[in-house]
């Protein structure tokens, strides 16, 4: 009986002191981080940890379970962007919701674990901008809010979760580098003033070989000759205004900008408009005619990094004449209408 009386009084010594040093020596509040460099500016890795339904393109747990149940609400990007999800034994059961989001700074998700109470945990892709590189820290907040048993499970999470954190961060490295870099500084927001033009519809089929270039001189030569018989001045540079394209067939309205608020007598094909008025992005091209596809795509592409909706179709506004300056100083303007 003495033996029996000694184990409890000792059990009872571990039980006391389990929960004393505990309560006195263990942080209800505990916090694990790691970091990365990522070799991108700050504005494309905000893009990629802004979402909770692109967060499985770089979450370590994606690869543990592939066979993990998702289901999204709220937004797509943003605040309210939210992910429940139910996987293994090791990926568990819960949701996660974007809380915060500061423009390329950081992304801050409130997490609830199924079967650890009621009490969110908290992550943070905290993202510090070096200019063409960034710093980023992906930083997991608990606190146990006086819960003993919490404390102790505290102490084991560092080498828990630290290890899939920096496997994350790698993977988010993967991501975003993946990803190319534009060169977006030829590229700006205007108000555009409208312009009576004088024009003349064309078309032309790069795709049968047809020399665009000639059929764009001809609809022009159609316009300076009844600007000069009519004796019509400039007032701005030629222009060509997208109509439609599709399969190499460009369908386009060649015009120059006059003065003129009518035209009478008989005008055959040339007509008398106005140029669109409102915003547009413009895009200032340097250099030959020919890489005019490469800077539609670069104007997609700031469309989209910049969510712009278009409004109309685009325009091409020949500032210089390619006849009397260097084919590295030719400059085209091309304007794209935005809501």
């Known amino acids: 009986m003495r033996v029996f009386k000694y184990l409890f009084f000792a059990l009872l010594f571990l039980i006391i002191a389990f929960f004393v040093y505990g309560y006195f020596f263990l942080e209800d509040k505990v916090q694990v981080s790691r970091s990365i460099t990522i070799d991108r500016p700050a504005k494309m890795v905000?893009?990629?940890?802004?979402?909770?339904?692109?967060?499985?393109?770089?979450?370590?747990?994606?690869?543990?379970?592939?066979?993990?149940?998702?289901?999204?609400?709220?937004?797509?990007k943003g605040v309210g962007s939210?992910?429940?999800?139910?996987?293994?034994?090791?990926?568990?059961?819960?949701?996660?919701?974007?809380?915060?989001?500061?423009?390329?700074?950081?992304?801050?998700?409130?997490?609830?674990?199924?079967?650890?109470g009621d009490d969110p945990s908290w992550a943070t892709i905290a993202i510090k901008d070096m200019g063409d590189k960034s710093e980023v820290s992906w930083v997991f907040?608990?606190?146990?809010?006086?819960?003993?048993?919490?404390?102790?499970?505290?102490?084991?999470?560092?080498?828990?979760?630290?290890?899939?954190?920096?496997?994350?961060?790698?993977?988010l490295k993967k991501v975003v580098e993946a990803k190319p870099v534009y060169d977006f500084s030829g590229f700006s927001i205007e108000d555009v003033?409208?312009?009576n033009i004088?024009?003349?519809?064309?078309?032309?089929?790069?795709?049968?070989?047809?020399?665009?270039?000639?059929?764009?001189a001809e609809a022009y030569g159609k316009i300076t000759l009844f600007m000069t018989t009519n004796d019509i001045e400039f007032a701005g540079m030629p222009?060509?205004?997208?109509?439609?394209?599709?399969?190499?067939?460009?369908?386009f309205d060649a015009a120059i900008p006059v003065s003129v608020d009518a035209i009478e007598g008989?005008?055959?094909?040339?007509?008398?408009?106005?140029?669109?008025?409102?915003?547009?992005?413009?895009?200032?091209?340097?250099?030959?005619?020919?890489q005019g596809e490469a800077s539609y795509a670069l104007l997609d592409a700031y469309m989209k990094e910049h969510e712009l909706e278009h409004n109309g179709m685009p325009w091409e506004v020949y500032v210089n004449d390619p006849a009397s300056v260097p084919e590295e100083e030719i400059l085209t303007h091309i304007y794209q209408p935005i809501k």
């Open 46 to 76: 905000f893009k990629s940890a802004n979402s909770m339904h692109t967060f499985n393109e770089w979450s370590p747990w994606a690869e543990i379970d592939p066979n993990a149940k998702y289901q999204y609400e709220g937004p797509e």
């Open 82 to 116: 939210k992910m429940s999800w139910e996987g293994n034994e090791e990926v568990g059961k819960g949701t996660q919701q974007i809380i915060e989001a500061v423009p390329f700074e950081k992304v801050k998700t409130e997490l609830y674990f199924d079967g650890q």
């Open 141 to 171: 907040d608990a606190d146990f809010n006086g819960n003993i048993l919490g404390r102790y499970f505290g102490m084991m999470m560092d080498g828990m979760l630290g290890p899939q954190y920096e496997k994350g961060l790698q993977n």
């Open 193 to 195: 003033e409208s312009q």
């Open 198 to 216: 004088l024009y003349v519809p064309a078309a032309g089929n790069t795709s049968e070989g047809e020399d665009l270039s000639a059929i764009i």
């Open 239 to 251: 222009m060509t205004i997208t109509r439609s394209w599709d399969k190499g067939v460009w369908e």
């Open 266 to 290: 008989e005008t055959g094909e040339i007509q008398l408009g106005k140029t669109y008025a409102g915003k547009a992005v413009l895009y200032v091209q340097k250099g030959s005619y020919d």
